[in-house]
């Protein structure tokens, strides 16, 4: 039922471009994107709903693929910054429930 | 409004002792979770409450676990009696019901059962 990301960790150059994958079992109503920074909470970075796609940053951006249960997340130009462990959260259809993927490990070098 | 307030931030306790963990959601929203987090399983869902109603707790490993939501601005996770293997970061997160938006964490609790 959790959601499976790729890869599960990411080393990137300072400006170098990444993909992140989240594939789920379930039909989805919505995809999530959350980064968490070492010892932090998660934080919402942006909401992919069914039938749309959103972009929540100037630099990072997402797509959902409803018919393939699946989203991806784009960071282009990759700054420090963006170091820390982002996970994918589904919510099925008529629940409220939000469950978070496997995580994938992003560290960006100078 | 200052956010989800988690307590404690930290707790040490001994194996075979009682554990509450405190959370008081952002005011006006109506749902709650309660997430457990460690380097094994990632982010778990344990619990959680829609308009101050549990809905779903099959995530909750063992009866060890309860939850409650006595009121709109409080809830509280009970580990009894605890064990060394419930060590873990435990987040709450509340999110508003009826649209589709993010879901706003507390600090977390690290919790360590020795």
């Known amino acids: 039922q959790q959601p499976v990301q790729s890869p599960q960790a990411v080393i990137l150059r300072e400006g170098e471009d990444a993909v992140i994958n989240c594939s789920s079992s379930k039909a989805l109503y919505s995809v999530h994107w959350y980064r968490q920074k070492h010892g932090e909470a998660p934080v919402f970075l942006m909401i992919l709903l069914k039938g749309g796609e959103q972009k929540g940053h100037e630099k990072i951006s997402a797509s959902f693929n409803e018919k393939k249960q699946q989203s991806s997340l784009y960071l282009t130009a990759s700054q420090l910054s963006y170091s820390g462990t982002y996970f994918c959260a589904n919510k099925a259809s008529g629940t409220y429930k939000y469950i978070f993927g496997t995580g994938t490990r992003l560290k960006v070098l100078a | 409004d200052a956010g989800v307030i988690q307590s404690p931030r930290h707790e040490v306790t001994e194996m075979g002792q009682e554990v509450t963990l405190r959370c008081k959601p952002i005011?006006?929203?109506?749902?709650l979770f309660w997430y457990r987090q460690t380097m094994m399983r990632g982010l778990e869902l344990l619990i959680y409450?829609?308009?101050?109603?549990?809905?779903?707790d099959s995530g909750m490993p063992e009866d060890r676990f309860s939850a409650k939501m006595p009121n709109a601005s409080f809830s509280t996770l009970k580990i009894q009696p605890s064990e060394p293997r419930d060590s873990a970061v435990y987040f709450c997160?509340?999110?508003?019901?009826?649209?589709?938006?993010?879901?706003?964490f507390g600090q977390g609790t690290r919790l360590t059962v020795v």
């Open positions: 409450f829609n308009n101050n109603v549990p809905i779903d």
């Open positions: 997160a509340s999110t508003s019901q009826g649209s589709d938006t993010e879901a706003f």
């Open positions: 005011s006006g929203h109506n749902s």
